[in-house]
């Protein structure tokens, strides 16, 4: 299961290193959002900052959706989905490793996120070890669902259209947890309330990662 | 694909099987037909076309039977409410709401949402496989999305007077409203047009997500916020916190709304069935009737009347 997780993962990855499409579309959709909510938002750098945890959870689901749609339709072309399941792959497996696929890209586009929210909106983390736990263990999560979601919506044609509205509303307590786990983080002091939502996010993850270890291979044949 | 029949009729289902009976409006009538005498519509049938699932007469009684109970619990529990009891020493006549809103939640977050998850797990489940469970989840979650919103506008209208706002983003407004989008995602994801089988699997795992999604939004936003007052009915120790006529006229709201939601389902379900019947004949029947074009009165032949279509 581990060895075809790493196979999987590494195959994406080296898509992705060939096409860039991550690197050169969706990180710079990315800052832009960024920039939008601050045009929302106004000049005041004030409520910027204040807004600055939600706004990164934001742009991270945003971004979380499109780096799903191309993970999905890395398989759709020259039936790459059907090759992959004749292939003899374990199905948990090959979720493994296309939520690694997608979670590595996730993290390298919260980190260019979380460097342009202290940037742009003058956000001061003042406990830095809480927003990397805490986005690593949301980045899990969101990797989980979005690919139970994209493998569900495959072979739809209006997969585009209604993967968001599936997937965004599931992984609100990860918007949630992470809004407030960077609040905590901005505000310094005893993280105790950080702590309550990390625990949060890891019952989400264990969730969503079991059930997708366990369907996964049930779920391919729905496409 | 042409037909399900077989995995549509498991053992508990009201609506029976495909018993070859006689005359049904469907086949009867087609709305655009040119033939409208009985004998010549009737003549378009045996080309092909399965009739419609027919209501056995049993299911038919009991769905009357349960309509009208539900008919009776609503206009008994409406006329107790703004008639028969007195209005609240705080709330005034805004308490009247009480004998509504818990049961159409109960209703809606309970009952239809945990009737589509169970249904859904006993779909996907090898052993109880049978597009009946598909089927119930469908109808459980379409009328349970509508009382869903209701549960949302009455809660409104009893806000707005009592916390100002017509929307407050408490804790249980918010899960509700989570759960609302959640299953309105369900009922798009049906509306994609795929296999029976394939549209069952999809929509159960969809619905099986989601269920397992809503312990986590409860806590979630438990924590994140809590305005609304605690339950009434359905606290830890089931011990009613209102007394007399009150108590008596929102519990019969309760059972008056389920017996809604119970019929809603029967009928719902009973439309399901249909609906999935003419999916899999709409081509049948539009032959059957086009074919029947060539016995018109006026004696043209098929293939001039297609030609000239």
Same mark, same amino acid.
């Given at each position: 299961?581990?060895?075809d997780?790493?196979?999987v993962?590494g195959?994406?990855?080296?898509?992705?290193?060939?096409?860039?499409?991550?690197?050169?579309q969706?990180?710079?959709?990315?800052?832009v959002?960024?920039?939008l909510f601050?045009?929302?938002l /106004?000049?005041?750098?004030?409520?910027?900052?204040k807004?600055?945890p939600?706004?990164?959870?934001?742009?991270?689901l945003?971004?979380?959706?499109?780096?799903v749609?191309?993970?999905?339709s890395?398989?759709?072309?020259?039936?790459?989905?059907?090759?992959?399941?004749?292939?003899?792959?374990?199905?948990s497996?090959?979720?493994l490793g296309?939520?690694a696929?997608?979670?590595?890209?996730?993290v390298?586009?919260?980190a260019?996120?979380?460097?342009?929210?202290?940037l742009?909106?003058?956000?001061?983390?003042?406990v830095p070890?809480l927003?990397?736990?805490?986005?690593l263990?949301?980045?899990?999560?969101l990797?989980?669902?979005?690919?139970?979601?994209?493998?569900?919506?495959a /072979?739809?044609?209006v997969r585009?259209?209604l993967?968001?509205?599936l997937l965004?509303?599931i992984v609100?307590?990860?918007?949630l947890? /992470?809004?407030?786990?960077?609040q905590?983080?901005?505000?310094?002091?005893?993280p105790a309330?950080?702590t309550?939502w990390?625990?949060?996010?890891?019952v989400?993850d264990?969730?969503?990662?079991?059930?997708?270890?366990?369907?996964?291979?049930p779920i391919q044949?729905?496409a | 694909m042409?037909?399900d029949?077989?995995?549509?009729?498991?053992?508990t289902t009201?609506? !029976?099987a495909?018993?070859p009976t006689?005359?049904?409006?469907i086949?009867?009538a087609?709305?655009?037909s040119t033939?409208t005498?009985p004998?010549?519509?009737a003549?378009?049938r045996?080309?092909?076309?399965t009739?419609p699932?027919?209501?056995s007469?049993?299911?038919?009684t009991t769905?009357?039977v349960?309509g009208?109970?539900?008919?009776?619990g609503?206009?008994?529990?409406?006329?107790l409410?703004?008639w028969?009891?007195?209005?609240?020493?705080?709330?005034?006549?805004?308490v009247?709401?009480?004998?509504?809103?818990?049961?159409v939640?109960?209703?809606?977050?309970?009952?239809?949402?945990?009737?589509?998850?169970?249904?859904s797990?006993?779909y996907?489940?090898?052993r109880?496989?049978a597009?009946?469970?598909?089927?119930?989840?469908?109808?459980?979650?379409e009328?349970?999305?509508?009382?869903?919103v209701c549960?949302l506008?009455?809660?409104?209208?009893?806000g707005?007077p009592?916390?100002?706002?017509?929307?407050?983003?408490?804790a249980?407004l918010?899960?509700?409203?989570?759960?609302?989008?959640l299953?309105l995602g369900?009922?798009?994801?049906?509306?994609?047009?795929?296999?029976?089988e394939v549209?069952?699997?999809r929509s $159960?795992?969809?619905?099986?997500?989601?269920?397992?999604d809503?312990?986590?939004?409860h806590?979630?936003v438990?924590?994140?916020?809590?305005?609304h007052?605690?339950a009434?009915?359905?606290n830890?120790?089931?011990?009613?916190k209102?007394?007399?006529s009150?108590a008596?006229t929102l519990?019969?709201?309760?059972v008056a709304? !389920?017996?809604v939601?119970v019929?809603?389902?029967?009928?719902?379900y009973r439309v399901?069935?249909?609906e999935?019947?003419?999916?899999?004949?709409?081509?049948?029947? $539009?032959?059957?009737?086009?074919q029947?074009?060539?016995?018109?009165?006026?004696?043209?032949?098929p293939?001039?009347?297609?030609?000239v $279509?």
């Amino acid at each position: 299961m581990w060895r075809d997780a790493a196979l999987v993962a590494g195959k994406d990855l080296r898509i992705e290193g060939r096409s860039r499409v991550a690197l050169s579309q969706v990180a710079p959709f990315g800052v832009v959002a960024l920039a939008l909510f601050a045009f929302a938002l /106004g000049p005041d750098r004030d409520v910027m900052a204040k807004g600055a945890p939600g706004l990164f959870w934001v742009a991270v689901l945003f971004c979380t959706v499109l780096a799903v749609q191309r993970s999905v339709s890395v398989e759709s072309a020259d039936g790459a989905r059907d090759g992959l399941r004749l292939s003899g792959i374990d199905p948990s497996g090959l979720f493994l490793g296309k939520l690694a696929g997608v979670a590595a890209q996730l993290v390298v586009l919260e980190a260019l996120l979380a460097a342009g929210v202290v940037l742009l909106y003058g956000a001061r983390i003042e406990v830095p070890w809480l927003i990397v736990v805490s986005c690593l263990l949301g980045t899990i999560g969101l990797a989980a669902t979005g690919t139970l979601y994209g493998a569900l919506s495959a /072979g739809l044609r209006v997969r585009e259209t209604l993967l968001p509205f599936l997937l965004l509303p599931i992984v609100a307590p990860v918007l949630l947890a /992470g809004t407030r786990i960077w609040q905590a983080a901005m505000a310094g002091g005893t993280p105790a309330t950080g702590t309550q939502w990390l625990r949060l996010l890891v019952v989400f993850d264990v969730v969503y990662v079991a059930v997708g270890i366990l369907l996964f291979g049930p779920i391919q044949e729905t496409a | 694909m042409t037909t399900d029949s077989s995995t549509g009729a498991p053992p508990t289902t009201e609506v !029976t099987a495909f018993p070859p009976t006689g005359a049904h409006p469907i086949v009867e009538a087609p709305p655009n037909s040119t033939v409208t005498s009985p004998p010549a519509a009737a003549a378009l049938r045996p080309t092909g076309v399965t009739p419609p699932p027919a209501q056995s007469a049993r299911s038919r009684t009991t769905e009357r039977v349960i309509g009208a109970l539900a008919l009776v619990g609503t206009v008994a529990t409406v006329w107790l409410g703004l008639w028969v009891t007195p209005p609240d020493a705080v709330q005034g006549d805004l308490v009247r709401l009480v004998y509504i809103h818990p049961g159409v939640a109960w209703v809606a977050l309970y009952l239809a949402f945990g009737l589509a998850a169970v249904s859904s797990v006993l779909y996907l489940w090898p052993r109880t496989r049978a597009l009946f469970w598909d089927r119930l989840a469908a109808a459980a979650v379409e009328v349970g999305v509508v009382f869903n919103v209701c549960t949302l506008v009455s809660g409104s209208i009893w806000g707005k007077p009592t916390w100002g706002v017509w929307w407050a983003w408490d804790a249980r407004l918010t899960s509700t409203a989570v759960l609302l989008v959640l299953f309105l995602g369900y009922l798009a994801l049906r509306r994609v047009p795929a296999e029976p089988e394939v549209r069952a699997r999809r929509s $159960a795992f969809v619905a099986l997500f989601a269920a397992i999604d809503i312990p986590i939004v409860h806590f979630s936003v438990d924590w994140w916020n809590t305005l609304h007052q605690g339950a009434t009915v359905l606290n830890p120790g089931l011990t009613l916190k209102i007394h007399g006529s009150m108590a008596w006229t929102l519990l019969l709201g309760f059972v008056a709304l !389920t017996l809604v939601f119970v019929w809603m389902l029967l009928v719902r379900y009973r439309v399901g069935v249909l609906e999935d019947w003419l999916a899999s004949n709409e081509l049948d029947l $539009a032959l059957a009737e086009r074919q029947s074009e060539g016995t018109d009165p006026d004696g043209a032949s098929p293939s001039s009347r297609v030609g000239v $279509a």
